[in-house]
């Protein structure tokens, strides 16, 4: 034990003020990742919006064009979800058919809320969807034939 004292080292623990100063780097830290950490999230789940809503549609035309069911088939945005359903129309659909997945609720999508793809050809009316969050905006297009982009 006199040895250790000789050689300074002091065996109390560490004191308040040095807990302050770790304690304060932490939080400094951690405010500057948080803004950055939170933006990448943002980020993510709006690109992941995109890839959704063009897939849904390119799965909705697909099922058209292999004449699945012998029936048209439609791509609908409601205010929870994306619904591929099988029929003319959404209202005159197939409900067992219908295939429901969930939207961001950070995202907002203008356009028309229901596009239906012909059977053996694809075909739909030519449209824009808007997808947009609170500082960015993509378009999906989608012609007549049914191709889709963005």
Same mark, same amino acid.
């Given at each position: 034990?006199?040895?250790l004292r000789l050689l300074g080292v002091n065996r109390r623990g560490i004191t308040l003020l040095e807990l302050i100063v770790?304690?304060?780097l932490l939080a400094i830290i951690f405010m500057i990742g948080l803004?950055?950490?939170?933006?990448?999230?943002?980020t993510y789940q709006f690109r992941?919006?995109?890839?959704?809503? %063009? =897939?849904?549609l390119e799965q909705?035309?697909?099922k058209?064009?292999?004449?699945n069911n012998e029936s048209n088939w439609g791509?609908?945005?409601d205010y929870e979800n994306f619904v591929i359903f099988e029929g003319d129309s959404y209202a005159e659909r197939d409900v067992a058919e219908d295939r429901i997945f969930d939207r961001a609720d950070t995202v907002n999508i203008s356009g028309p809320g229901e596009l239906v793809f012909e059977q053996l050809s694809g075909r739909v %009316? =030519?449209?824009t969807l808007t997808i947009s969050d609170y500082r960015r905006s993509v378009n999906i297009f989608i012609n007549s034939e049914g191709a889709v982009w963005y």
């Open positions: 034990m006199a040895s770790v304690l304060g803004p950055t950490g939170i933006d990448f999230y943002n992941a919006e995109i890839n959704t809503v %063009a =897939s849904l909705a035309r697909s058209a064009l292999t004449n791509f609908y945005i %009316a =030519s449209s």
